[in-house]
């Protein structure tokens, strides 16, 4: 079956650090890869959007500055969250796509310090 | 871009009644799904439902493109089915979602 793993499940960082977070799709190649963010009390807001052989699309409010992400091959991507602050608390999910279903990973919970 | 209401935004219900929910679309659709969120948080996706009607069990989903709405409906709901549940739409190949704010579903005994 489609599994997504992502890791770590949980972390805290101080404000001001950075903290990196990975996704791996397993038995499956991700035709695309988005990073999904869940700010308390929130929905779900799409970061950006990886597509094979195409540039990462972010959305607005969101920065390739602010959050990198690395897309290297199609089973795997990372992206970090640089200089976070209180605002970037929050469950950070990564979808990724094969045959138009979306499978998501459980989620890195991020709580800023 | 797309906009995705869903209603209504809480809900709760005595253990073995139906629910039915909604979710509303701004513009044309090229798919759908429903999620299950757990309390902890992890998605699930419950449906992959692009148009007419599927059923996993007691839960049913029915979409109606040209409306652009889509149903999730519980029956004989059980204490496990608390949680939220999310519709979003996808955009064809290229996996963006947008989703809806969720509806909070509590089954109380």
């Known amino acids: 079956g489609a599994l997504v793993y992502q890791y770590p499940r949980r972390t805290i960082c101080k404000s001001g650090t950075s903290m990196r977070m990975e996704c791996q799709a397993v038995?499956?190649?991700?035709?695309?890869v988005a990073w999904y963010r869940q700010s308390p009390q929130k929905t779900f807001e799409l970061i950006a959007l990886s597509t094979v052989n195409s540039a990462i699309k972010y959305e607005q409010n969101f920065t390739q500055e602010k959050f990198p992400i690395s897309h290297p091959n199609l089973s795997f991507s990372s992206m970090t969250v640089l200089n976070a602050y209180l605002e970037d608390r929050g469950l950070y999910l990564c979808g990724a796509s094969f045959q138009d279903t979306q499978y998501f990973g459980p989620g890195t919970r991020l709580l800023v310090l | 871009g797309q906009q995705v209401q869903q209603s209504p935004t809480s809900l709760v219900l005595q253990e073995g009644e139906n629910a039915e929910l909604q979710c509303n679309f701004s513009?044309?659709?090229?798919?759908m799904q429903w999620f299950y969120q757990r309390p902890g948080g992890s998605l699930i996706s419950v449906f992959y439902n692009p148009s007419g009607t599927k059923q996993s069990g007691r839960l049913t989903s029915t979409t109606v493109i040209k409306e652009r709405r889509s149903s999730l409906h519980i029956s004989s709901s059980q204490i496990t089915d608390s949680g939220t549940y999310l519709c979003?739409?996808?955009?064809?190949?290229?996996?963006?979602?947008?989703f809806g704010e969720g509806t909070q579903v509590t089954v109380i005994s």
């Open positions: 038995g499956f190649q991700a035709t695309s």
């Open positions: 513009t044309s659709l090229n798919s």
């Open positions: 979003a739409s996808t955009g064809g190949l290229s996996g963006k979602l947008t």
